[in-house]
């Protein structure tokens, strides 16, 4: 079966501009997380999607946003890109009930993004 | 709000030896715990976690871990180290309710050296 699958796996911006970021979960995975990374930092939790719906929100800045489609996969968008949004995104997904433990967390392997 | 400390950012074992990654988190209600482990370029896989019941729990790959209430830990062990175990691992806790909100430690790195 697949995993968790992101694209694309890296991808250079320049300051300002928007980037857009592309997640499919785990076949039968309603929910859908989404984690930053910065280099030599445990991941950070941006966003949590559960049926097509916003369920939890980190401490981040407007410029974040994110939606989940139809078919459970999910999309993080970054509007005026800064340096200090260079990062690995990593997005997660879970099986079971919205807020249910017993379903671990299915990371994928990250889009390693670049602001210059 | 939960919090994670990892206190070693990087530690060196020799193939064979033992290994114990230290975790200390902080929540105020019975934590749901979580190691981590990240190979370079890769996502999170996830090692064992804790919910309730038996302090000492397995997880895959040989590692186990316990959680000691009284000290607010959730230290990593294994017995004999292989190779292949050098990653970055990671000590995350949950809160009740939010499952796919995991507050993570900085990380450590283990080297293992032949």
């Known amino acids: 079966d697949a995993g968790v699958t992101q694209s694309p796996t890296h991808l250079i911006k320049t300051r300002g501009q928007h980037v857009t970021l592309r997640c499919s979960p785990i076949s039968g995975h309603k929910s859908v997380s989404w984690y930053q990374q910065v280099l030599g930092q445990g991941p950070q939790f941006i966003f949590q999607y559960y049926e097509k719906e916003e369920r939890g929100r980190g401490n981040f800045p407007d410029r974040f946003s994110a939606r989940q489609f139809p078919n459970y996969s999910s999309e993080l968008n970054v509007n005026a890109l800064l340096l200090g949004d260079s990062a690995l995104y990593l997005c997660?997904?879970?099986?079971?009930?919205?807020?249910?433990?017993?379903?671990?967390?299915?990371f994928g392997n990250g889009t390693r993004l670049t602001v210059t | 709000a939960q919090s994670v400390t990892q206190p070693d950012i990087h530690i060196t074992v020799s193939e064979g030896a033992s290994l114990e990654l230290r975790c200390n988190y902080s929540y105020g209600a019975t934590p749901y715990l979580f190691w981590y482990v990240q190979s370079p370029g890769q996502g999170l896989q996830l090692l064992l976690k804790y919910f309730s019941g038996d302090t000492l729990v397995q997880g895959n790959k040989g590692f186990e871990a316990e959680f000691k209430r009284s000290q607010s830990s959730f230290n990593l062990r294994k017995p004999s180290v292989h190779w292949s175990d050098a990653a970055e691992y990671f000590c995350?806790?949950?809160?009740?309710?939010?499952?796919?909100?995991?507050?993570f430690g900085t990380g450590t790195r283990l080297q293992v050296t032949l």
């Open positions: 995350a806790v949950g809160a009740s309710g939010t499952a796919s909100k995991l507050t």
């Open positions: 997660a997904s879970r099986g079971g009930a919205r807020n249910s433990y017993n379903s671990p967390l299915h």
